[in-house]
């Protein structure tokens, strides 16, 4: 009997032995969940920790602009949000441009892996101090700066086509003003106001100029100047004296001003474009009536080229972008272009998409060159802008 009872106890032994290398033999030949894979990696890889990378963003700004400000801090928070091997930080800096040097210069003791900023208030400062800071690697946004005469071998720089998003604006502008929506004249005047007498502002300017007169040659374009890039009711003055003078469609590139063109094109009941942002849909809600003036916007994607800059740093590294170098970016890589939004699908009609569509891809394939104001001197940018007003 004691035979019969060890014999038993060793069968049931072997069968749950048996039974237990099955089971891992199954899950073994299964796909491995995210966890799971994670887990591997980490224990495979326990005395070499992941990389990260600290990541500071300064905006001279605020965040609320409905422009670059805001675009760059999208772009910087859905980077961080995909690619988990950043610790950040993001600093506005206001407007107050007295304060842009001490703040710069205490982010960049902080010793941040990369620190971003952007736009040409800023560029004297990265000129000035990255090389002090060699550690540090810089990304300046909106600017370029002397690499011939500074040492910059730290600093990755990007500039936009702006001409290229502002060429389609002009054109959707001169296609409004000669078409049957309810608001257009058919004056065969448009116009844009300007922030400041600079080459990036003018480049949106060159640009803007340049699209309307392709589709409507003898359009008529205003211009003008507020000589800021944050007084909105300079810009809403400056926006109603164009409305004024028979322009059906206003186009202001003037930073946190372009504001002020919205309430204009509310005030005289007139069609505009906005810049930077996708202004149309930031007033949706808080005021419709508006909104729907807003025919597009001309975008400047500065957060889609800062995604693309800390994508390579966490796919490659960060030694995998090219320090030192400046990069232009345009439609190609989605940085520029005209919100397609509701308001534009709904109240441009289709014939004007459809041109659009075809000047996109012209300009992508190059059968479309657009002018800019980095190949022009002050004197013929002037002279561009005159020739476009009579």
């Known amino acids: 009997m004691k035979k019969s009872i060890s014999l038993i106890v060793a069968l049931l032994l072997a069968f749950s032995i048996l039974a237990g290398c099955s089971n891992s033999v199954s899950e073994d030949t299964q796909e491995p969940s995210d966890t799971a894979s994670s887990n591997a990696t980490s224990e495979s890889t326990a005395s070499e920790p992941p990389v990260r990378y600290s990541a500071c963003l300064m905006l001279n700004g605020f965040r609320g602009d409905h422009g670059l400000m805001d675009s760059a801090t999208e772009g910087f928070e859905k980077a961080v949000k995909e690619f988990p091997c950043f610790d950040t930080k993001i600093v506005e800096a206001g407007y107050d441009t007295s304060t842009y040097e001490t703040t710069f210069i205490d982010l960049c003791e902080q010793n ?226 005209l919100a397609k939004n509701e308001i534009y699908l709904d109240v441009v009609p289709k014939e004007i998409q459809d041109k659009i569509i075809e000047i996109e891809e012209g300009i992508i394939s190059g059968k479309i060159e657009v002018p800019s104001a980095f190949d022009m001197t002050q004197d013929g940018v002037a002279k561009y802008f005159a020739d476009a007003a009579k």
């Open 112 to 337: 941040f892996d990369i620190l971003i900023t952007g736009l040409w208030s800023m560029k004297g400062y990265v000129q000035t101090y990255a090389s002090e800071y060699p550690n540090t690697k810089f990304i300046l946004f909106d600017s370029s700066p002397e690499y011939t005469e500074y040492e910059m071998s730290n600093v990755h720089s990007i500039s936009y086509m702006q001409n290229e998003g502002a060429f389609l604006a002009g054109a959707l502008a001169a296609l409004v003003s000669e078409s049957d929506m309810p608001l257009a004249t058919n004056s065969k005047t448009i116009s844009v106001v300007g922030g400041n007498n600079s080459n990036t502002i003018n480049d949106f300017m060159v640009g803007y100029i340049a699209g309307a007169r392709y589709v409507v040659p003898e359009m008529k374009v205003l211009s003008t100047y507020i000589a800021s890039v944050s007084d909105s009711p300079k810009c809403k003055d400056a926006s109603l004296q164009m409305y004024s003078m028979g322009s059906d469609v206003n186009f202001s590139p003037s930073g946190g001003a372009v504001a002020g063109s919205m309430d204009a094109a509310k005030q005289a009941q007139k069609y505009v474009i906005g810049v930077d942002g996708d202004q149309a849909m930031q007033y949706l809600e808080s005021d419709p009536e508006m909104a729907k003036l807003i025919v597009s916007s001309a975008l400047k994607n500065a957060g889609q080229s800062i995604y693309i800059i800390l994508k390579q740093v966490y796919e490659n590294g960060i030694d995998s972008v090219a320090w030192g170098e400046h990069e232009i970016m345009g439609l190609n890589q989605g940085t520029v272009g």
